[in-house]
């Protein structure tokens, strides 16, 4: 266009002196259509700013902002992951809590009846790794009322111990209610390994627990790091593409200007060549 325009500039200069040129109206009638449809080219091109590199800059954007909310909604899926983990771990603390203090109950009924009655043997409590609490403690109900005969394997001592104490006294024996002294000491072994392994566990559990939350502690100031991150990023890519449309809406205003000018230019060599003519 500026290098059209440049011709008819030079034109008149040059072939200004011979008169009788017909052609020269027929030649100034096509540049004036020329000039509004490159304009309204232009303009058309973009309704926002006016110009096709817009448009692909705000596709641009509005692609990386459709990233991040992508790395947001992940990062929200695994804070919730870790939160439902944490939750786990404390279900586990409370079961292990209330197991210990069902243990803390058998054994304190265990010595009140060894106090009241020293001649009967403690409860099998060495297998309550692998039954409920509830037939732990029917099992030991039912040692001390010395209903049934107690597994060997299931006491933690040898089988030729097979009734208590005062049973055996019915039959007049008068050296057999020693025996439960005797046989006491491995049970109470058992229940003192059973109680260390408790406490262990219960450590275990505690130091888990703990750690989870350090875990969660530390996810939640990544997620809100990356979080702010993110957002300081769209606003920097935002500002980025504002200053970009305004330098562009600038020059697209600087063009046609410069468009009208070109045009006033051609409208006055046009009435000198109609004057001239």
């Not at 009924?109 to 732990?136: C, E, F």
């Not at 109470?188 to 875990?215: C, G, I, N, V, Y």
């Not at 300081?232 to 468009?259: F, M, Q």
């Amino acid at each position: 266009m500026s290098a059209f325009h440049s011709n008819h500039f030079s034109q008149p200069q040059t072939s200004s002196p011979p008169r009788s040129q017909p052609p020269s109206p027929a030649i100034s009638r096509k540049p004036l259509p020329a000039a509004p449809s490159h304009s309204h080219s232009t303009s058309t091109s973009c309704p926002s700013c006016g110009h096709a590199f817009a448009s692909s800059a705000a596709e641009d954007a509005q692609r990386m902002i459709n990233d991040l909310q992508a790395q947001v909604k992940l990062l929200n899926s695994k804070a919730a992951a870790a939160v439902d983990k944490l939750a786990d771990y404390e279900d586990e603390v409370r079961a292990l809590r209330a197991e210990r203090q069902q243990r803390e109950v058998a054994e304190s009924i265990v010595q009140q009846q060894q106090q009241q009655n020293p001649n009967l043997p403690p409860p099998p409590l060495s297998d309550g790794r692998n039954m409920p609490p509830q037939q732990s403690r029917l099992s030991s109900l039912r040692s001390l009322l010395g209903g049934q005969r107690r597994n060997p394997s299931d006491s933690g001592i040898d089988g030729s111990f097979t009734l208590p104490g005062y049973a055996q006294t019915s039959f007049g024996s008068a050296s057999q209610p020693h025996l439960p002294f005797s046989s006491s000491e491995p049970t109470l072994h058992s229940l003192q390994s059973d109680l260390a392994s408790e406490r262990e566990m219960r450590l275990k559990a505690e130091t888990s627990l703990s750690q989870t939350q350090l875990e969660l502690e530390d996810l939640t100031a990544q997620l809100f790091g990356q979080a702010n991150e993110m957002v300081a990023e769209e606003r920097r890519a935002r500002s980025k593409l504002e200053e970009r449309v305004r330098i562009l809406e600038r020059r697209e205003k600087e063009k046609g200007e410069r468009l009208k000018r070109l045009e006033g230019r051609v409208e006055r060599v046009e009435r000198v060549r109609a004057m001239v003519g």
